[in-house]
T-cell receptor
Framework: GENVEQHPSTLSVQEGDSAVIKCTYS??????FPWYKQELGKRPQLIIDIRSNVGEKKDQRIAVTLNKTAKHFSLHITETQPEDSAVYFCAASNTGGFKTIFGAGTRLFVKA | DAMVIQNPRYQVTQFGKPVTLSCSQTLNHNVMYWYQQKSSQAPKLLFH???????NEADTPDNFQSRRPNTSFCFLDIRSPGLGDTAMYLC?????????????FGPGTRLTVL
């Protein structure tokens, strides 16, 4: 069945450094890739997304890249801050769009 | 203003005792979803409604049912909770289906089965 793998499961960086989280997906029909941030005890919130007709998208300190051939997509956070500490989930949506498959999550720690 | 509201935020029930979780939305979205999220795991889709059309995931246990009496409300019924059903249950909505539709999550209900 459809699957999204996410690495690493835990990531610890120093404040100001960059953080990269990588995901791969199995369903070649996937064409929408959202990233969610979930702070401790809070709801997941969409932070950025990318569609299959685009290779890269940037929003301030956050960027996402997509390689459709390799079925890889990645989240890049530059100049990390302590408030970036959270669990980040990648996801892939199939052609119909109603089923979003989530990765297992990456717990990011940003040390001050 | 809260857009997706879930009640209760915390629920404790006994093994086998039915429980109902509630979700309401002020967004007037067509689609409502229920996810189960166990500790340190990704949210797992249980089912969704597109308007009144119910779509169950193949691996969702029969123990889990859902009702959507109107656009604003959706309920998750667990008929005979087991210990393994202890989890956070997240409700989400989206305006429509398809890749241009962001999912908005509620704060979740943390269910503990004793």
């Amino acid at each position: 069945g459809e699957n999204v793998e996410q690495h690493p499961s835990t990531l610890s960086v120093q404040e100001g450094d960059s953080a990269v989280i990588k995901c791969t997906y199995s369903d070649s029909a996937s064409n929408y890739f959202p990233w969610y941030k979930q702070e401790l005890g809070k709801r997941p919130q969409l932070i950025i997304d990318i569609r299959s007709n685009v290779g890269e998208k940037k929003d301030q300190r956050i960027a996402v890249t997509l390689n459709k051939t390799a079925k890889h997509f990645s989240l890049h956070i530059t100049e990390t801050q302590p408030e970036d500490s959270a669990v980040y989930f990648c996801a892939a949506s199939n052609t119909g769009g109603f089923k979003t498959i989530f990765g297992a999550g990456t717990r990011l720690f940003v040390k001050a | 203003d809260a857009m997706v509201i879930q009640n209760p935020r915390y629920q404790v029930t006994q093994f086998g005792k039915p429980v109902t979780l509630s979700c309401s939305q002020t967004l007037n979205h067509n689609v409502m979803y229920w996810y189960q999220q166990k500790s340190s795991q990704a949210p797992k889709l249980l089912f969704h409604y597109y308007d009144k059309d119910f779509n169950n995931e193949a691996d969702t246990p029969d123990n889990f049912q859902s009702r959507r009496p109107n656009t604003s409300f959706c309920f998750l019924d667990i008929r005979s909770p087991g210990l393994g059903d202890t989890a956070m249950y997240l409700c989400a909505t989206s305006r429509d289906l398809g890749p241009n539709n962001e999912q908005f999550f509620g704060p979740g209900t943390r269910l503990t089965v004793l």
